[in-house]
């Protein structure tokens, strides 16, 4: 059974199909207009008025959650080819043994960078471009005024000192308790550390 809702149609058809797809406890595949990531596989968790709460998914492996725009799904597939990826994952025990999402209000950039400080600590904020994409993993320090702030990890695993500031606007992708995003946060060293 395929339910797709392609590019060109309203924001509402989208919805109705991503809510479908909680209800039914489905995986979908995203189709984004944000560049960096063009599609997003998952499980939609919670629908906000403007954000979209998704269990990630890659390579048959369950892998932290994220929170898109709606703004930028074009189109959602939830095919045959998206029931084959939840049959394997419910078959190999990989849903049973993920964890579940703690709380994450869905009302603005502010509400979610303040759940995912307060539970995960550790997260990636990425401002996707047509040209590229900045790309900020970090521990949350927090959000002011219309910014998040975060203590920057570099590739090397030294945790800066000072706040880096991204505009909240800015905002296309938040992810956290990915297992990558985990590792750097519970490995990297402070800048001070020699």
Request: hydrophobic share 40%.
């Amino acid at each position: 059974m395929a339910d797709e809702h392609d590019a060109g149609a309203d924001l509402h058809g989208i919805t109705d199909t991503l809510q479908r797809a909680i209800d039914r406890d489905e995986n979908v595949q995203l189709v984004r207009d944000a560049g960096t990531h063009p599609t997003w596989n998952g499980f939609p968790l919670a629908l906000g008025d403007e954000l979209l709460l998704v269990r990630s998914l890659h390579e048959f492996a369950v892998n932290g959650f994220a929170v898109l725009r709606l703004r930028d799904v074009t189109a959602v597939h939830s095919t045959d080819a998206e029931r084959f990826f939840e049959r394997v994952l419910r078959a190999e025990g990989a849903l049973d043994e993920a964890p579940s999402v703690k709380a994450i209000p869905l009302r603005s950039w502010r509400s979610v960078l303040e759940a995912v400080r307060l539970h995960y600590r550790y997260a990636i904020i990425e401002c996707e471009r047509p040209d590229g994409a900045d790309f900020f993993l970090g521990e949350l320090a927090g959000v002011e005024g219309d910014e998040a702030t975060l203590h920057y990890i570099q590739v090397n695993g030294m945790r800066e000192s000072g706040l880096t500031r991204v505009p909240l606007d800015d905002i296309t992708l938040v992810r956290f308790d990915e297992r990558y995003v985990n590792l750097f946060g519970r490995y990297a060293l402070g800048e001070d550390h020699h």
